[in-house]
T-cell receptor, first 111, second 116 residues
Framework: QKEVEQDPGPLSVPEGAIVSLNCTYS??????FMWYRQYSRKGPELLMY????GNKEDGRFTAQVDKSSKYISLFIRDSQPSDSATYLC???????????FGTGTKLQVIP | DAGVIQSPRHEVTEMGQEVTLRCKPI?????LFWYRQTMMRGLELLIY????????DSGMPEDRFSAKMPNASFSTLKIQPSEPRDSAVYFC??????????????FGEGSRLTVL
C-alpha cells in the first residue's frame, strides 16, 4: 500500500465550479500537510499548508485535514481556467525534512 | 534571486551513456533535494543534503545513481550507465530550514531525461 493515495484524474470542470481534490494516507506520523500546484512543464509551487485538523482558507482555496480519518482535501471555489494544473498533496512527518508527495490530480477548468 | 536553476532542461541520450544533471539552489538555503517524477510513481525523493552533506540517500534507486554537492551553490546528479527506465523529469529543490512555517520546497523547472 502506498503511503499517500491520490486520484490522478484528469478532472475536467466548467469555469466557476467548485472543485474538490483529495488524498488519503496511511502513516499516522504525518503531522504537516501541504498542497503544491504544478503547471505543465514547470516545477511544483507551494499553494497552502496546514498542520492541524480542520479547515484553512486562503482566498478561493480551502485546505481541510481530518487526521482521524487520514484524509486531506483541497477545495477551489469559483474555479478559473488559470487553475488548470496538477495538484499534489504533500505530507511531512515530525522531522520536516522529508516530504512525501501524492501522485497528483490533473485539473482542467473549461472556459 | 533567480530561484533554483537546473540544467540541462532536456536531455536525450542513448542507453549506456553517462548523464549529469546540475542544480544551483537558492542562495542561503541549507537543504537541497533531488526528486524524480514519472506518471506512474509521481514525485519520489532520491537524496537530500544539509549544508552540503548527504543526509539520506535511501531513495536512490541503485548504484548507477550518484549525487554530490561540492559547495553550497552547486549539486550534481549522475547516472552511469543510463537505462531507458531512467527516463523521467528530475527536479532539484531547496529549502531554508525544515519546520512548520519554513519547510517550503522551492523547485527548479526540472530536467527532462529521455534514454533511448
Amino acid at each position: 500500500q502506498k503511503e499517500v493515495e491520490q486520484d490522478p484524474g484528469p478532472l475536467s470542470v466548467p469555469e466557476g465550479a467548485i472543485v474538490s481534490l483529495n488524498c488519503t494516507y496511511s502513516n499516522s506520523a504525518f503531522q504537516y500537510f501541504m498542497w503544491y500546484r504544478q503547471y505543465s512543464r514547470k516545477g511544483p509551487e507551494l499553494l497552502m499548508y496546514t498542520y492541524s485538523s480542520g479547515n484553512k482558507e486562503d482566498g478561493r482555496f480551502t485546505a481541510q485535514v481530518d487526521k482521524s480519518s487520514k484524509y486531506i482535501s483541497l477545495f477551489i471555489r469559483d474555479s478559473q481556467p488559470s487553475d488548470s494544473a496538477t495538484y499534489l498533496c504533500a505530507l511531512v512527518s515530525g522531522g520536516y525534512q522529508k516530504v512525501t508527495f501524492g501522485t497528483g490530480t490533473k485539473l482542467q477548468v473549461i472556459p | 534571486d533567480a530561484g533554483v536553476i537546473q540544467s540541462p532542461r532536456h536531455e536525450v541520450t542513448e542507453m549506456g551513456q553517462e548523464v549529469t544533471l546540475r542544480c544551483k539552489p537558492i542562495s542561503g538555503h541549507d537543504y537541497l533535494f533531488w526528486y524524480r517524477q514519472t506518471m506512474m510513481r509521481g514525485l519520489e525523493l532520491l537524496i537530500y543534503f544539509n549544508n552540503n552533506v548527504p543526509i539520506d540517500d535511501s531513495g536512490m534507486p541503485e548504484d548507477r545513481f550518484s549525487a554530490k554537492m561540492p559547495n553550497a551553490s552547486f549539486s550534481t546528479l549522475k547516472i552511469q550507465p543510463s537505462e531507458p527506465r531512467d527516463s523521467a523529469v528530475y527536479f532539484c529543490a531547496s529549502m531554508t530550514q525544515p519546520g512548520v512555517n519554513t519547510g517550503e520546497l522551492f523547485f527548479g523547472e526540472g530536467s527532462r531525461l529521455t534514454v533511448l
